[in-house]
Nanobody, 115 residues
Framework: VQLVESGGGLVQSGGSLRLSCAGS????????MSWYRQAPGKERELVAA????????NYADSMKGRFTISRDNAKNTVYLQMNSLKPEDTAAYYC?????????WGKGTLVTVSS
C-alpha cells in the first residue's frame, strides 16, 4: 500500500496550492480519504475528508470556504485545493485512507506560507 502526496511548496500569504495524493496497492474507491496536517510543535489535525464515492465532504472550521477536497477514483487520487492561504496554514500535510480497520498514511508534503 502506498499513498504519495505531492504539490506542497512555498507560497505567499493569500496564494493557492493544490495538493495531490496518489494511492496504490488497495481498492482506492472503497476508502474514505482525508487530509490531515501537523504544524511544528502541534498535534496532527483533520483538514478535510471525503467519502469513498465522493458524495460527502467535511472540513475543519478554519478551512471552510478556503479549502476544497475532491477525488478522482479513476485516477486513484485525492486532491486538496487550498486558496487564501495564511501563514498559520504552514504545516506538513498528510493523506489518509480508511476503510473499516484498515488505515493508511502517506509520508506527507510540506506547505510553507510566507507572510
Amino acid at each position: 500500500v502506498q499513498l504519495v502526496e505531492s504539490g506542497g511548496g512555498l507560497v505567499q500569504s493569500g496564494g493557492s496550492l493544490r495538493l495531490s495524493c496518489a494511492g496504490s496497492g488497495f481498492t482506492f474507491s472503497s476508502y474514505a480519504m482525508s487530509w490531515y496536517r501537523q504544524a511544528p510543535g502541534k498535534e496532527r489535525e483533520l483538514v478535510a475528508a471525503i467519502t469513498s464515492a465522493g458524495g460527502s465532504t467535511n472540513y475543519a472550521d478554519s478551512m471552510k470556504g478556503r479549502f476544497t477536497i475532491s477525488r478522482d477514483n479513476a485516477k486513484n487520487t485525492v486532491y486538496l485545493q487550498m486558496n487564501s492561504l495564511k501563514p498559520e496554514d504552514t504545516a506538513a500535510y498528510y493523506c489518509n485512507a480508511r476503510s473499516g480497520l484498515a488505515n493508511y498514511w502517506g509520508k506527507g508534503t510540506l506547505v510553507t506560507v510566507s507572510s
